[in-house]
């Protein structure tokens, strides 16, 4: 890496131009990054972190990304630097970024601290609400220059927000199950994003009191809890042996109503401005299990 480091020293030591101090925004590990001037070239290292910056309207401005960056089809085109687990660091400082967005539990801590020792600006995101998709979104927009996109774009993602908990909140409870994953079986918490967006839609997370933000189960667990909604995520775009599964059990609740239903995973367990999609598709699945209730 000496050629890529020697690069890095070099980017380092250049003195910053326009001293612009108001560029000054706390990231998720409550750490206060100031830039002298608006990021120019920006490392995105997660597909949400991608994602985020162009929702920003700082997409031009980014030069690396990691593997799965799909979001928005554009993103594809720019280099990328190895995975949100492994960073191939000499590819990442041969681009000379003079901003970097990590994943604060996403990306490896011994890479990032590496970054920081060269002297890259390293800004820490993970949002874990709905406010804080959008404040992240303001946040990156101020670090890149586009402030006033990023506050239309937060703007619009939390008056979208607000009115699907207007109009589903207060409805008839519909107990649910989010399924994350099938092995090991996994769900979420009240605690977790995912968990918030099935509260705003009205339904009532049957493992919202446990513990852990994403608790482990088994089959049983799910057939105690009795969910009379089956909500299905996952990788990839289509998990429908996921749903399958459950309709060996015929005294369980969501399959006795035929209430299995597949939201697709990009749209609502990335963090994003299209979590907004994908809680509306939440919350009509939702309503259609209230629905037929009146029909049986």
């Not at 800004?123 to 586009?146: K, N």
């Amino acid at each position: 890496m000496r050629g890529a480091l020697g690069l890095a020293f070099l980017l380092i030591t250049i003195p910053a131009q326009g001293h612009d101090h108001s560029r000054c925004v706390v990231d998720a590990r409550d750490r206060e990054l100031c830039l002298h001037n608006a990021a120019r070239r920006i490392a995105t290292l997660s597909p949400g972190a991608t994602e985020l910056t162009y929702a920003a309207g700082a997409g031009d401005q980014v030069v690396a990304v990691v593997s799965y960056s799909d979001y928005p089809p554009q993103a594809q085109e720019v280099a990328s630097v190895g995975s949100h687990t492994r960073i191939d660091l000499e590819a990442l400082v041969g681009l000379a970024p003079d901003l970097v967005i990590g994943w604060v539990t996403g990306n490896p801590a011994e890479q990032m601290e590496t970054l920081e020792a060269l002297g890259m600006p390293v800004f820490y995101i993970e949002p874990r609400s709905v406010e804080d998709v959008a404040h992240t979104i303001e946040r990156l927009a101020r670090l890149a220059g586009t402030e006033p996109t990023g506050r239309q774009a937060a703007s619009e993602f939390r008056d979208g927000m607000a009115a699907l908990t207007a109009r589903y909140r207060e409805r008839d409870p519909v107990p649910t199950f989010y399924q994350v994953w099938d092995e090991p079986l996994m769900s979420v918490n009240n605690e977790h994003l995912i968990g918030e967006v099935v509260e705003l839609c009205g339904g009532e997370n049957v493992f919202g009191e446990l513990e852990r933000l994403v608790p482990r189960l088994d089959d049983e667990a799910v057939l105690a809890a009795n969910p009379e909604a089956i909500i299905a995520g996952g990788m990839g775009e289509e998990n429908r042996h996921w749903l399958t599964h459950w309709e060996q059990y015929p005294n369980l609740a969501a399959v006795t109503g035929d209430n299995l239903y597949f939201v697709p995973p990009s749209l609502i367990q990335r963090p994003t401005p299209r979590l907004l999609e994908g809680a509306q598709i939440l919350c009509e699945k939702l309503e259609q299990t209230r629905q037929k209730r009146g029909a049986s």
